[in-house]
């Protein structure tokens, strides 16, 4: 049974300020709820606040948005693994579709990002999908089988289950387009179908697939009930604390 992992990616969004208040309105929403995980990834900036504001509860991690895959050096602007280790982040996203598409981010760098991180012992979250066009052109099984082979090259079993694999078509994200519970489930079935090749059988069986792309209360619930859909990442709707609670809350397995 996958425990079920939901984060919010909050962009280039949220002073130290404007976390505080979101944390404390979160905390009183959600209540004790402890059937899911939580991982909320503020900015570099806000990691700090953030993390002192969660130090009491057990089930809500603190995540990055991006690192560099060097320890340290001349890299001037970037942040490094044992940067974030020192803040006690326990997950980074790496290959997100705008660092892809903005920051030239290759497979190859994400692979060199996902290495860095089991050395750090960082987890991954690590961003895959199709553009548009991709899916247009019939592809959508080719870019994930791309993607993810590439962005994992050289990844043993146990670091594979250390690792969350976010599947977020491109033309979803920031659109207010949401897969359909159906496009989702088979884009995810395919995924794990790769992670057992990458891999074996049982790996692929625990390691969690969150779904992203324009998840809002409303979609929670149906996208959360398929069956390899073990999660979302979450962005606009993560900035508002009572959106984000309630699709927390619709991630809550019924019985
Ligand atoms: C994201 O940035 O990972 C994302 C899924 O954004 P949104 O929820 O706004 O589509």
Redesign the pocket.
């Known amino acids: 049974m996958r425990k079920k992992i939901i984060a919010a ?1 909050w ?1 280039m969004h949220m002073t130290q300020s404007e976390s505080e208040a979101f944390i404390t309105t979160f905390l009183r929403e959600i209540g004790d709820l402890d059937e899911i995980e939580i991982v909320i990834l503020p900015p570099f900036t806000a990691i700090p606040k953030v993390t002192e504001l969660l130090t009491q509860t057990q089930n809500i991690k603190v995540g990055a948005q991006n690192m560099h895959w060097e320890r340290s050096g001349a890299f001037t602007g970037e942040i490094s693994p044992p940067m974030l280790r020192d803040l006690f982040v326990r997950y980074v996203v790496l290959g ?1 579709s ?1 660092r892809r598409a903005m920051f030239c981010e290759t497979d190859e760098i994400v692979n060199r990002k996902v290495r860095a991180a089991y050395e750090q012992n960082l987890r991954p979250i690590l961003c895959v999908g199709e553009t548009l066009a991709e899916r247009e052109r019939g592809e959508v099984e080719k870019v994930l089988s791309t993607q993810l082979r590439g962005s994992l090259a050289n990844v043993e079993a146990r670091e594979l289950l250390e690792t969350v694999v976010a599947y ?1 078509p491109v033309w ?4 207010g387009k949401t897969a359909t519970a159906d496009q989702a489930q088979e884009a995810h079935a395919f995924v794990r179908q790769l992670l057992r090749e990458i891999s074996d059988d049982a790996t692929a069986e625990k390691v969690r697939i969150q779904y ?4 809002k209360p409303e979609n929670a619930r149906q996208l959360l009930s398929q069956p390899d859909i073990d999660g979302a ?5 993560s900035l508002d604390p009572r959106s984000f609670a309630q699709i927390v809350q619709a991630g809550v397995p019924n019985d």
């Open positions: 990616n962009k997100h705008e977020e979803a994200i920031g659109t992203g792309g324009s998840v990442l979450v962005g606009g709707a």
